[in-house]
């Protein structure tokens, strides 16, 4: 009969969750100061005597001068609290650290972090390998969809009112390029974002006539026109960060080591799946706000032939609709 191994052995074996932490938190903190010795797990003796038990330690020269630094890590499902901060800042007060620091998986509660500033220690959080798991630290990026709906065309002929029967967008020619495409073009490329929303009338006028061709129809038109409505949506997403690097809780900023790198989630170019917005547009980074501030709009397909419809040297216009244009 096989005999039970002791339950220490059982523990020796699987490597509790906090300590593996607290060695990935030695292992970037080495990271961070190439110069200095870190060693995880290190007892050490205070100066009246006591012998206590410390995660992270770190020792370096700063002016030629030994410095010690030590590091708490905390591997709870819950934001640190004052107390936390002050049991660490009593258990360290006669150890003569000249650098404290505190790293919680979960961060830290908004007093913790004013008790940490009066008592010179710092707070950190690892950045997790899995964005789904421990702290989430990130930025939204902003973003604005601007688009043309419900185009249509107006013709104006000379003599006014012809038969015409079926036609189509694709059948009305100048010089044998589709008209529409000059009226796209304008709108997409240079009314998409010098305008409010709303619908417009964008106006080509030629008093003297010019001949376009509908359905391999000459005709003389004083007018070619066409009536949109820009609407705008705007947009949303979270964008969180992994890597070898800590999150400095009270500058709001990542701290990454030298030549480490720091991926980001997925970020979709195409907007229309980011989230809806309804908020105000910031216009300047503030803390985790802004980190791009990107507009979509509608663009024609590369390739696309455009008429040089102003060679004809009209008038041109574009205007809020009203009543005057029906």
Known sequence: MAKKKPAREKWAKKELPGLRL????????????????????????????????????????????????????????????PSDVEAFAKKTEHLGANLRMMVSKMGFTPQALVVA????ISCLS??????????????????????????????????????????????????KKKIVNWFLNELFNTHSCDREPGSYYLSLRFPGGTTIELNGIEYTVTELACVGTLVEKKK?????????AYFDWETNAIQVPGGSPLIS??????????????????????????????????????????????????????????????
């Open 117 to 120: 500033k009066h008592e010179f």
């Open 22 to 81: 607290e060695k990935a938190v030695a292992r970037v903190q080495q990271m961070m100061d190439k110069d200095s010795v870190v060693t995880h797990d290190e007892k050490l003796s205070d100066r009246l005597g006591n012998v206590r038990q410390y995660d992270v330690v770190i020792r370096g020269t700063f002016g030629g001068k030994p410095m010690l630094g030590i590091v708490e890590v905390r591997d709870h499902n819950r934001r640190k609290g």
């Open 126 to 175: 690892l950045l997790p390998n899995d964005a789904n798991q421990g702290l989430m630290v990130g930025q939204f990026w902003y973003g604005m969809i601007r688009r043309w709906t419900d185009v249509r065309l107006v013709l104006r002929f000379s003599p006014p009112n012809p038969i015409l029967g079926e036609w189509s967008y694709e059948n009305l020619l100048w010089q």
């Open 236 to 244: 949303r997403k979270w964008v969180s960060w992994t890597g070898d």
């Open 265 to 326: 989630t997925a970020v979709e170019t195409d907007m229309t799946v980011w989230d809806d917005y309804g908020g105000e547009l910031p216009t300047k980074a503030t803390g985790k706000q802004l980190l791009l501030l990107a507009f979509g709009g509608q663009v024609l397909p590369k390739g696309t032939e455009i008429p040089d419809l102003m060679s004809l040297g009209p008038t041109r216009s574009i205007a809020p609709l009203d009543g005057g244009h029906a």
